[in-house]
């Protein structure tokens, strides 16, 4: 059992250091940036007709209260204390004073939904369809949703939703073309509002889902079709087994766990993505908010947005690894006899 | 991502060591579908390139991103199969032009991600121990980060030339490329042929550049094409935003255009379906590419595949 | 359920517009179902069926104008106007709620005395007197008064971070109230022009705040949310979701009695939607004012196509687009006559058909815009004049001459080697032009095109694309040679006096340094400086002012350091469906922009429609 306690902290020890990491990479890119958020403030200002004088002393008094003027190491050093000793993601240049955890809470729900909704779709859809066609391999089933798959489960989701609003939204006006919900319903707990979500829900889910469960689907079927060509498999048709049962037994439990690993693997990659999608659709989650803050320049806000969405991915990834051990029998003698 | 990315399974008997050459053209004849993902993509390549002739016969002499040669905004007709933007360009000539930045750029960044993971996942997945664990950490960290919000905010505020461009793409792109080829390298050298070539007395560097690469050589494409297909996705999604090289035409510039212009609204489809079609098919090849190169390669897959 | 059939039904008719609008025929356009709503709510039911572009809106559409920006809006809980991010650009509180105290109607030369009714200078200009309205109230009810106005200078001389200070400190010795209505300002230096700090836009001392509100908070982090202002409308809520503010009439806004009454109940601000949303949304009606900017020609000849209820009001925009700067350290350009030759090379006539806008212009040889700003006519001749005088004496005549440009370049000493043009000192001359990335401004091709015409006379010419935020630095470090723009002609335009435009030009070193934001490009002349020095001590009205005016526009104006390519006019649409009486090109009671403060008047010229 010391061996899984060593396996587990080391576990631990490593996503602090990748967290580590991926914090400085984010922090020394923003820092690369030319030109201060007041500044960049101060001049559209200046730009739309307002008259700005004496703006070197406005700019030099906000750079030292946003601790724009220290060296950078020294905002680094800042930086790392902030975030992790005192879990705080600093003050919104933008929205001065308020911190840039208010700004992102109350965009973060939509967020959660639009992606869990989605990603979790996909992923039980994929795997439905994986299994199918794997199970079903070499018919014309197989072939259609094979051949769609390898086309669509690597084309951009941003890309797959300027399609759907193209036909879907413009051409034949079936969905609204963006925003979450429509202005004249009220939020709150009923029916009409939850219809009016679920409605406008729809294209930007679907640009994630039909390209996710795309993806799902091939690498199912891919460990779907390689079970089927394991032995035990033929041992247990020649058994008598009920296909189904065979089903059940051996390929599901073997193709979801690895699959569980994929899920939390592959969150970095429609993370990514997913920012674009929001803009696209003008959700008003974390998307929308991170492209306004780019704009202002607002480093804090764009920072934090980022580590956010690093800090769930890898704690995605750490839950799945630490929970594995207990699910996989394999893994957890593998450990121990590590 | 596969099986491929984590699971260091069995490869194949591995192709006699020798040249890279012998290598790769065992690769080309290895599966149909790798052989119609290369041949569109090396077609795409082919248009691109032979744009400069196509576009000076079509537009007669004039340059393609000269103003005004002709009415603006103009349908689609014969002369300007895809109609003209708002400074009377010919959006066909446009879309050509872009084509060949988009590839460009993906593959140029793509090769240059290749290079570097190629050389972290030997270095670290042959050498083992604490090198192995330094560098696996930092493709790690660089993996979860999400690429397209720091293109973004870079981009938005720094004169971003190509040069610059392909190099972020790349910082970002070569991650999952030493994944894959690292979980070989891992498997491969457990080999008793490396084993022989250690005992014989061969080099660290030798044994990874001589004995292991050449076997290398299906992932190492998998992994540019994955590299390319992220480059292209978040070269694409950043100048769909507006930002990056403005005097430069990509796809996805296109497409910024289309929108920005309100095309879809006025009936203007072709502006918008014109560059997303390219961009489908590229991504497709690159897709194929990838499929086929799993189908013969991965060993669990080999044979069963049933297609 | 209320419409749920309705609603299926709206997105098919939707759905049949957007291809109605293809196919070119007349589209259906669905008129919104009349909706009562509860006196006292404070969100009534949507009277327009959400469609497929906008969703809906949560007020009564029939009593509400809807206006686009296209601004994101990152700050939806202030109005502060003198600190960074402190209020939100477009969003409709500086165009419907907050005010100024003077206005000047552009296109009709108008002045209009808000809440003052005027003032007036001791002689030796040094003690400026401010006559305020009786009446005039904040939207608490409270009654503005001269103690504001005072309440406000010291809050600025007391605070060295506020946007405005500088401005207070430099010219303001002290600020008292003789009365409720009557301040008076004492000045370090004479200034014969400081009503200007007071007139739209002029300032930020000019920027009232409500003393009972203000006294007592920290103004570097005093919200004033919601906002206490004297303007006719005030906050009914803000949507975030939706990237919307809405607000709500003042049924005891003050300016009624002066004939100033508010057409719609609720005002929207919004940021624009994707263009193929919008232009939707303009043909359908959802939306009364897009944002020209995202609204440009060809879509508003789209909707046109499609629907009677679509009218624009065409207005210059106060900066033409050209040359806007050369680097007079350059050699070359450090001579007047080299700037002139360059100037020479600006096609004006293809770059002005080919700007992505219909409504444009040959841009006038003065660095002001010329036709539709009805208060500068007084300086045409003046300008018209100088020219004459500059082609009499020089030669130079501003219009599209390459031969000349060479020729003077020639003359010069920089002649051609074989294709490629020297310096005298042998080397082949080349020039850097100046731009904002090209996806930012329409002027890129300017810049394009002058290359082209630049190596068309064997000159080297590239093209650097520059990040706005960098442009300053860029300037200031005179990495560039010429810089291709906006003509910065909203000094003069907005005070429609020649004088801040002369001054503009005439910056040092050393107030640039303190003034990081300019991207100035310092130019000194001995006579210049003295022609503007006295202008600013004589009265815009006094006779000997316009001698001085004259002369002064001459001496800028031969140095050619700005050249004028394209007059561009915003075309700014109006949607006649629920609202009539916006200005016209025929009837421009006042300038149409839908993002300048000035809205107000517009909305308080316009009515429902029956």
């Not at chain 1, 101060?42 to 724009?68: D, H, M, N, P, V």
């Amino acid at each position: 059992m010391a061996r899984v306690a060593t396996y587990y902290a080391a576990r631990l020890a490593n996503y602090l250091v990748v967290l580590l990491i991926a914090f400085t990479i984010v922090f020394f890119f923003l820092r690369l940036i030319p030109g201060d958020p007041v500044e960049n403030y101060l001049q559209s200002l200046a730009q739309q007709g307002f008259r700005i004088e004496g703006s070197a002393q406005i700019i030099a008094t906000y750079r030292e209260k946003f601790g724009l003027d220290q060296p950078l190491l020294v905002q680094y050093a800042a930086a790392l204390e902030r975030t992790f000793l005192h879990l705080d993601l600093g003050v919104s240049l933008m929205n001065y004073p308020q911190p840039v955890e208010s700004s992102i809470m109350v965009r973060l729900p939509w967020s959660i939904w639009l992606l869990g909704v989605s990603t979790v779709i996909a992923w039980v859809l994929g795997i439905a369809a994986g299994t199918v066609t794997g199970w079903l391999r070499g018919t014309a089933f197989d072939s259609v949703f094979y051949n769609l798959s390898i086309s669509l489960a690597q084309v951009p989701q941003y890309l797959v939703g300027l399609l759907l609003v193209l036909i879907l939204a413009y051409a034949l006006g079936l969905f609204p073309a963006g925003g979450a919900y429509s202005a004249g319903v009220a939020p709150g707990l009923n029916l009409e509002f939850f219809g009016s979500v679920l409605y406008y829900t729809t294209l930007p889910a679907l640009s994630i889902v039909i390209v996710s469960a795309f993806f799902w689907l091939l690498t199912t079927r891919a460990l779907t079709v390689s079970i089927l060509g394991e032995d035990y498999i033929l041992f247990a048709e020649a058994k008598g087994l009920r296909r189904l049962r065979i089903l059940n037994r051996y390929i599901l439990r073997n193709t979801l766990l690895p699959q569980v690993t994929g899920f939390a693997v592959s969150l970095a990659f429609i993370v990514n993505g997913f920012f674009l999608i929001e803009w696209i659709f003008r959700y008003p989650g974390l998307g929308s908010l991170l492209v306004a803050a780019v704009g202002q320049r607002d480093f804090n806000t764009v920072q934090g947005i980022i580590l956010l969405s690093i800090f769930t991915v890898l704690t995605a990834n750490l839950i799945v690894d630490l929970i594995y051990p207990l699910i996989d029998p394999r893994i957890r003698t593998a450990a121990e006899r590590a | 991502m596969t099986m491929m990315a984590d699971a260091p399974g069995e490869v194949a008997a591995p192709v006699r060591a020798g040249p890279l050459w012998r290598a790769t053209t065992a690769i080309w004849r290895a599966s149909p579908r790798l052989k119609l993902g290369l041949t569109l993509l090396l077609l795409l390549l082919a248009l691109s390139f032979l744009e400069p002739i196509i576009t000076h016969l079509r537009l007669e002499g004039r340059g393609p991103t000269e103003l005004g040669t002709f009415p603006r905004l103009a349908s689609a007709s014969l002369q300007n199969p895809l109609g003209t933007d708002v400074f009377g360009r010919d959006l066909l000539a446009l879309l050509m032009i872009g084509l060949r930045f988009s590839l460009m750029v993906g593959l140029i960044a793509g090769g240059l991600a290749t290079a570097v993971a190629v050389f972290v996942a030997l270095l670290g997945g042959y050498s083992g121990g604490r090198i192995d664990y330094l560098l696996n950490t930092v493709t790690n960290a660089i993996l979860v980060t999400p690429s397209l919000p720091i293109l973004m905010a870079v981009a938005a505020f720094v004169p971003i030339d190509l040069v610059l461009l392909a190099l972020v793409l790349a910082f970002f792109s070569w991650p999952l490329g030493a994944r894959i080829i690292r979980a070989q390298v891992l498997s491969l050298r457990e080999r008793p042929y490396v084993e022989f070539a250690r005992v014989s007395g061969f080099g660290r560097f030798g044994i990874m550049f001589g004995e292991i690469l050449p076997n290398l050589v299906p992932f190492i494409i998998v992994g540019f094409s994955y590299a390319v297909i992220g480059n292209i996705l978040a070269e694409t999604g950043l100048r769909l935003i507006g930002l990056g090289p403005g005097d430069v035409i990509s796809l996805g510039l296109l497409l910024n255009w289309a929108m920005t212009f309100g095309a879809l609204a006025q009936g203007r489809y072709l502006m918008v379906l014109g560059p997303t079609v390219c961009l489908l098919l590229i991504f497709i090849a690159l897709s194929l590419i990838n499929v086929g190169i799993e189908e013969r390669f991965n060993p669990r897959l080999k044979g069963v595949t049933g297609n | 359920m209320r419409g749920e059939s309705g609603r299926k039904g709206t997105r098919t008719t939707a759905g049949l517009a957007a291809l109605a609008l293809v196919l070119g025929a007349c589209g259906g356009t669905e008129p919104s179902p009349p909706q009562t709503d509860v006196p006292g709510e404070p969100s009534a039911p949507v009277a327009s069926e959400p469609d497929v572009a906008s969703g809906g809106l949560p007020i009564p559409r029939s009593e509400a104008v809807v206006v686009d920006t296209d601004t994101t809006y990152t700050t939806f809980d202030g109005a502060n106007l003198f600190i960074p991010e402190g209020s939100q650009w477009g969003s409709g509180y500086h165009q419907v709620v907050n005010e100024w105290s003077w206005y000047l109607n552009y296109a009709t030369g108008e002045t209009i005395n808000h809440r003052i009714e005027g003032w007036e200078y001791a002689d030796d200009f040094e003690t400026f007197t401010l006559n305020v309205r009786e009446g005039v109230t904040w939207n608490d009810g409270e009654p503005f008064t001269a103690d504001d106005i005072v309440f406000t200078i010291q809050m600025l001389l007391d605070n060295p971070d506020l946007i405005g200070h500088s401005v207070a400190d430099e010219w303001v010795e002290s600020a008292e109230a003789e009365d409720d209505l009557t301040a008076v300002i004492h000045l370090k230096k004479p200034n014969p022009r400081f009503e200007h700090q007071f007139r739209m836009w002029g300032g930020a001392l000019g920027q009232t705040v409500a003393q009972h509100v203000w006294e007592g908070e920290d103004p570097m982090t005093f919200r004033n949310w919601p906002p206490v202002e004297t303007g006719p409308y005030q906050l009914q809520d803000v949507y975030e979701d939706f990237n919307m503010f809405v607000w709500e009439r003042r049924e005891d806004y003050w300016g009624q009695e002066l004939g100033l009454e508010a057409g719609p109940r609720y005002v929207v601000y919004r940021t624009a939607p994707p263009p193929d949303i919008n232009l939707q949304e303009v043909v359908q009606g959802e939306v009364d004012a897009p944002l020209p900017h995202v609204f440009p020609w060809h879509m508003v000849e789209a909707a046109r196509a499609v629907s009677e209820d679509v009218v624009t009001a065409s207005y210059l925009d106060p900066n033409p687009i050209g040359i806007y700067g050369f680097n007079i350290k350059h050699p070359l350009l450090q001579q007047r006559e080299a700037r002139w030759a360059v100037a020479m090379l600006l096609n004006r006539d293809k770059l002005a058909e080919l700007y992505p806008a219909a409504e444009s212009s040959v841009a006038s040889p003065y660095p002001w815009p010329a036709p539709d700003w009805e208060s500068m006519a007084r300086f045409t001749p003046m300008a018209e004049a100088a020219l004459e005088r500059i082609e009499a004496e020089d030669g130079f005549s501003y219009e599209y001459n390459p031969e000349r440009a060479a020729e003077i370049l020639d003359e010069l000493g920089y002649v051609l080697d074989g294709e490629v043009r020297v310096t005298p000192e042998g080397d082949p001359l080349s020039l850097v032009l100046l731009t904002r990335p090209a996806t930012l401004q329409e002027e890129f091709y300017v810049a394009e095109d002058l290359a082209a015409e630049l190596r068309a006379i064997g000159i080297d010419a590239t093209i650097k694309s520059v990040d706005p935020g960098a442009y300053p630095d860029t300037i200031r470090e005179g990495a560039f040679d010429i810089a291709v723009g906006w003509i910065e002609a909203v000094p003069s335009a907005f005070a429609s006096d020649i004088v801040f435009g002369l001054d503009w030009w005439r910056w040092k070193e050393a107030e640039i340094a303190a003034d990081p934001l300019k991207d100035q490009i310092t130019f000194s002349n001995a006579e210049l400086d003295e022609v503007v020095d006295q202008l600013n001590t004589t009265l815009p009205d006094d006779p000997a002012a316009e001698a001085l005016y004259e002369e002064g526009i001459y001496l800028l104006m031969r140095e050619m350091l700005a050249a004028p390519a394209v007059e561009k006019a915003f075309v700014q649409t109006f949607s006649t469906q629920h609202w009539t009486g916006w200005p016209s090109d025929e009837d421009m009671y006042h300038v149409p922009y839908n993002w300048w403060p000035e809205f107000t008047f517009v909305l308080f010229g316009i009515e429902p429609r029956e």
